[in-house]
């Protein structure tokens, strides 16, 4: 696609629920990244995926969030039992890799706003 | 891990005014770098970026960011600002020995006035 696209953009679930979050990258892109952004704390690197390489969870706050990449395209970032802290915007962005520029311009979605009662 | 400190959650300058926005990064080797902008209710887009091929980087909409070594800092600045220029500003790095992944500042909001 043009652009990176990521769904729902809005999520309101109860405490406790799962939700899935969904990202579609730039055609193209071999590297995903999620990142979360909340209120006053910028944004908080959670994992990152590049071609069929095992991906940098590095990130991850806690065993209930989880990602995965099918095919090389789409990524899911899947939140078990969400609590209220987890209420942020999840942002997806893709990239070419630069290779040896190392620069590589990272493209944002609009982001899924989570919110947990 | 390299990361970036912004001074100043939120700035505030006239419209016409310097705009002056500051980040320092935290690294022994000179990392890459990069400023986004976040207009409200959009996602993040690149306004420049630094790969060291020169120290002075131009970026879209009149921005521009000068590396400084000697100072560690990364600082974005705009000789006039402009109403459209009102958004959250973030400061990023990455390591030239690290993952691809950017580690990002914890912004700075612009506000601009009449």
């Known amino acids: 696609g043009a652009g990176v696209s990521q769904s729902p953009s809005n999520k309101v679930t109860e405490k406790g629920k799962d939700v899935e979050l969904r990202c579609d990258p730039i055609?193209?892109?071999?590297?995903l990244y999620w990142y979360r952004q909340s209120l006053g704390q910028g944004l908080e690197f959670l994992i990152y995926?590049?071609?069929?390489?095992?991906?940098?969870k590095s990130g991850l706050p806690s065993d209930r969030f989880s990602a995965e990449r099918t095919g090389g395209s789409v990524s899911t970032l899947t939140i078990q039992r969400t609590q209220q802290e987890d209420s942020a915007v999840y942002l997806c962005?893709?990239?070419?890799?630069?290779?040896?520029?190392?620069?590589?311009?990272?493209?944002f979605g609009a982001g899924s706003r989570l919110t947990v009662l | 891990a390299q990361s970036v400190t912004q001074l100043g959650s939120h700035v505030s300058v006239s419209e016409g005014a310097l705009v002056l926005l500051r980040c320092n990064y935290s690294s022994s080797v000179p990392p890459y770098l990069f400023w986004y902008v976040q207009y409200p209710n959009q996602g993040l887009q690149l306004l420049l970026k630094y790969t060291s091929a020169a120290t002075l980087v131009k970026g879209i909409n009149g921005f521009e960011a000068e590396f400084k070594k000697s100072e560690t800092s990364f600082h974005l600045t705009k000789p006039s600002a402009h109403m459209r220029d009102a958004a959250e500003y973030f400061c990023?790095?990455?390591?030239?020995?690290?993952?691809?992944?950017?580690?990002f500042g914890k912004g700075t909001s612009l506000l601009v006035t009449p």
């Open positions: 995926f590049q071609g069929n390489s095992a991906p940098d």
């Open positions: 990023a790095v990455r390591g030239r020995d690290s993952g691809y992944a950017l580690n």
């Open positions: 962005a893709s990239s070419l890799l630069a290779g040896g520029s190392g620069a590589n311009v990272l493209t």
């Open positions: 055609s193209g892109h071999t590297a």
